[in-house]
């Protein structure tokens, strides 16, 4: 059972849109991680916020971590075809374990 | 390389066989991590070393599944008995710091198990 939930699912857009994924949550989290996943490739972690309200920016990616550290956005600005991927967000609740969400699985094309 | 290794990277089991996926860590990490990833879901978490010691097991789904890390830096997840429902990629990670600890983990690229 996934603790988080992502949204949505599935997305494709073409390059230069800009996109919008959520990770939400009942519960509270010490602190949250997106990560990002290529076939036959482990997660790449991308950001960790740990504040609540806490924005991070990585180049055309903006990360949020909510008031209330139970849901954090994704933001991605004129993506391009290498922005492809599985984007996945990760919760420690100061448990030895990540719980991570089933992801959001961006296409953008050409 | 200095990233976390996997192997193998595939393996095709009969049902009823048992299988042993090697794990090799960033040199020096304390914590090591399994995960297991089914189809279009997100990694599901096995157990947690930390340095030799098995910290936590509470993810591992039935004893046929076991892990070890007897000198604290390759480990094994062992399945004993594989059933179809054991067909996952199954992800390593580790991480410089213990726990009590904002990590980051790095994962390997993950062994594919496929029971058949």
């Known amino acids: 059972t996934q603790l988080l939930e992502q949204s949505p699912q599935f997305l494709s857009i073409q390059e230069g849109e800009n996109l919008t994924v959520y990770c939400n949550s009942s519960?509270?989290?010490?602190?949250l991680q997106w990560y990002r996943q290529e076939p036959g490739e482990g997660p790449v972690l991308l950001v960790t916020v740990v504040t609540g309200g806490e924005v991070k920016k990585l180049k055309r990616l903006t990360f949020q971590f909510g008031d209330a550290r139970k849901d954090s956005s994704l933001h991605i600005t004129a993506a391009q075809p290498g922005d492809t991927g599985l984007y996945l967000c990760a919760g420690d609740n100061n448990n030895n374990d990540m719980r991570f969400g089933a992801g959001t699985r961006l296409t953008v094309k050409p | 390389g200095a990233g976390v290794s996997q192997s193998p990277r595939y393996k095709v089991a009969k049902r009823g066989q048992d299988v042993a996926l090697r794990c090799d860590p960033i040199s020096g990490h304390v914590s090591l991590f399994w995960y297991q990833q089914a189809l279009g879901q997100g990694p599901e978490f096995l157990t947690y070393f930390q340095n030799e010691a098995q910290l936590d097991k509470s993810g591992l789904p039935s004893d046929r599944f076991f892990a070890e890390r007897p000198e604290g830096s390759v480990s094994t997840l062992k399945i004993q008995r594989t059933q179809q429902e054991d067909s996952a990629v199954y992800l390593c990670?580790?991480?410089?710091?213990?726990?009590?600890?904002?990590?980051?983990?790095?994962f390997g690229p993950g062994t594919r198990l496929t029971v058949t």
């Open positions: 519960s509270v989290f010490s602190s």
């Open positions: 990670a580790s991480s410089a710091l213990g726990t009590g600890a904002t990590y980051e983990q790095y």
